[in-house]
């Protein structure tokens, strides 16, 4: 299964800056997605990363809070901005095929 | 949408005992998976069951789709079973998306 190296592990940034994410898979794949985890809850996913073109985002999150960039099929970028206390979470990416690969994940706190 | 529930919540187990967790989905599925997260987070994909049982080593796990439910067996557990289990399940859309379950917190006591 594809090998991948998510940065940074963990940050604490200041309300109102913003944080990007990376997502680096070994191998070419043919979906990345993203996901959060809020505190003590399950996973919540964000948006399906599109090879090419605009990311498809599941309902309650919206491209302005979340852009998401993926150039190539090795590679996707999330950016969480305008960060607030509510958005202290872990965030994760994971790819297709196989069965879904989780990277390590963000851990972000917000202060 | 599909609505993913876990039992137990949470679990406490001395070293040794055998565990089942259960996994039930309100509607047909794609695909369905088990997970677990380890104290540090990371994401360990434990089976990939659609459907019948599989096992590995002491983790075995059951999908019975016609009846909308997975079970998870863990026996003579150990310590470092500790974390939470979450089942996923890939719904009909043809996105590949997978939504998760509520989770279950299993604690090893030594």
């Known amino acids: 299964s594809a090998v991948i190296s998510q940065k940074p592990s963990r940050d604490i940034c200041q309300r109102g800056t913003s944080l990007t994410i990376q997502c680096q898979v070994d191998?070419?794949?043919?979906?990345m997605f993203w996901y959060r985890q809020q505190p003590g809850q399950s996973l919540t996913l964000i948006a399906t990363?599109?090879?090419?073109?605009?990311?498809?985002?599941e309902s309650g999150f919206v491209i302005d809070k979340f852009p998401i960039s993926r150039p190539n099929l090795t590679f996707s970028t999330l950016t969480v901005s305008n960060l607030s206390p509510e958005d202290s979470s872990i965030y994760l990416c994971?790819?297709?095929?196989?069965?879904?690969?989780f990277g390590s994940g963000t851990r972000l706190t917000v202060v | 949408g599909i609505q993913v529930e876990q039992s137990p919540p949470d679990l406490i187990l001395q070293e040794g005992a055998n565990s089942t967790l259960r996994c039930n989905f309100s509607?047909?599925?794609?695909?369905l998976q088990w997970f677990h997260q380890n104290p540090w987070g990371q994401l360990i994909n434990l089976f990939y069951?659609?459907?019948g049982t599989k096992q590995n080593g002491r983790l075995s796990a059951t999908t019975v789709a016609t009846e909308r439910y997975s079970l998870l067996y863990i026996s003579s557990s150990q310590t470092t079973d500790s974390g939470v289990y979450f089942c996923a399940v890939e719904d009909l859309s043809g996105t590949y998306k997978y939504i998760f379950g509520t989770g279950t917190r299993l604690k090893v006591l030594a």
């Open positions: 069951i659609p459907s």
């Open positions: 509607d047909s599925v794609n695909n």
């Open positions: 191998s070419q794949v043919t979906m």
């Open positions: 994971s790819v297709l095929p196989g069965g879904y690969t």
């Open positions: 990363a599109n090879q090419g073109s605009e990311a498809t985002y």
